[in-house]
């Protein structure tokens, strides 16, 4: 078994299209088909948002399922269209459980749906914590990248908030070529620190790794900051913890104040996306009643549309989107159809008759 086609289009009634298959791809083929390949996804990354900014896809907004009794808790969906030649669509369904990291399990657990792009026939579900972490951290390092092309490349990185997720930025950055003589990381969790440390240590190639008890002491000695926490509304407040101008990739999203915003360059991944939910630039669009304060996309930044100041801190709000998830999870199916490991389900779609 290779791949998928989509034969039912082409078919005639006298000869029936062959059933659609339909796959299971858990975490552990995941993970092996994207080890080791950053720079392939990083590059797979940048050719989705240039895609999705030339009008290639179909992304609406992500539906918040979210709970009355559990307010913390949300299951969110991203459905979304991908064209140039990935040609897929399909569905993220993600959900976010704080308390499970006390419970010794990851917060964010996944499956993506791919559907065929020509009959619509769903044909791979696949584990998408991977995924989307992966997505996650490839669109982090390419922002790192394009931001930082017009001043002096970051050698002092800091870690704001290091669980699940910083550990998949730092692998991303690491495995396109950064290097830093400096990691700082600063969590309200003691326990995540030391693990974030332990992490760091095994891959190795670390500068000197510091553990910031005070926020303000991680931002103030970082010239790449990366925020990767839970915070629902804003804890960092004093535009003067930033007067050094650093590139900021604010992947968490509702970490700053808007004061800090609107003192900074802004740099989204989507406008419509990132101005909803209670993100900080959501925030700074309600205080100001304008989105003046925003200069454009990583797109914008990546096509020569807008260059960035240096004078200023520039602050990178990616939303997340769907699109991304589908570049990569195809990017999955692919790579495991080609080592022939499809597990396929038999009979998953069983009534193909119209008339019985
Ligand atoms: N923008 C995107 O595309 C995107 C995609 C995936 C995840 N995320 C976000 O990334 C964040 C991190 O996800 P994760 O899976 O690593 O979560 P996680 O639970 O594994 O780690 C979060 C860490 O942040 C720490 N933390 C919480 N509040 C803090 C604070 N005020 N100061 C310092 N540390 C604090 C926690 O102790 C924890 O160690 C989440 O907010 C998630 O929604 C964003």
Redesign the pocket.
């Known amino acids: 078994m290779t791949s998928v086609t989509s034969t039912a289009t082409q078919s005639t009634a006298s000869q029936p299209a062959p059933a659609p298959t339909f796959a299971v791809i858990p975490g552990a083929q995941v993970q092996q088909a994207l080890d080791g390949r950053e720079k392939q996804i990083v590059d797979l990354v940048e050719a989705t948002y240039r895609l999705h900014g030339a009008g290639d896809s179909v992304n609406p907004p992500s539906y918040f399922l979210r709970f009355a009794d559990r307010p913390k808790d949300r299951i969110i969906a991203l459905p979304s269209s991908l064209g140039g030649p990935v040609r897929v669509d399909g569905l993220k369904w993600i959900s976010?459980f704080?308390a499970n990291?006390t419970a010794g399990l990851?917060?964010?657990s996944a499956v993506l749906i791919l559907n065929d792009h020509d009959t619509g026939y769903p044909f791979a579900c696949l584990e998408s914590s991977i995924i989307?972490?992966t997505?996650?951290a490839a669109?982090a390092a390419l922002a790192a990248d394009w931001l930082t092309r017009t001043g002096r490349r970051p050698t002092r990185i800091g870690f704001?908030?290091?669980?699940?997720?910083?550990?998949y930025i730092h692998t991303f950055l690491a495995g396109t070529g950064w290097t830093f003589d400096t990691i700082g990381a600063?969590?309200?969790?003691t326990d995540?620190?030391a693990g974030?440390c332990g992490y760091l240590r095994e891959a190795g190639g670390a500068g000197q790794v510091v553990v910031h008890d005070s926020?303000e002491e991680l931002i103030r000695s970082s010239d790449l900051v990366v925020f990767?926490?839970?915070?629902g509304k804003p804890?960092v407040t004093d535009p003067a913890w930033f007067t050094h101008n650093p590139v900021v990739l604010h992947?968490?999203?509702?970490?700053l104040a808007p004061e800090i915003l609107l003192g900074s360059a802004n740099i989204v991944?989507d406008v419509e996306h990132c101005l909803k939910a209670d993100t900080s630039p959501h925030l700074a669009e309600q205080l100001t009643g304008s989105r003046g304060f925003l200069d454009g996309t990583l797109n914008d930044v990546m096509t020569g549309r807008i260059t960035l100041p240096t004078d200023r801190p520039v602050i990178f709000?990616?939303?997340?989107?769907g699109v991304l998830d589908l570049a990569v999870g195809k990017y999955v199916y692919d790579e495991v159809a080609r080592a022939g490991h499809l597990r396929l389900i038999d009979d998953f779609f069983h009534e193909l008759r119209r008339h019985g």
């Open positions: 976010s704080p990291v990851p917060r964010a989307s972490a997505r996650t669109s704001f908030g290091t669980g699940l997720i910083a550990r600063h969590d309200v969790s995540s620190a974030f926020a990767a926490t839970i915070a804890h992947v968490s999203l509702r970490d991944d709000s990616p939303f997340g989107l």
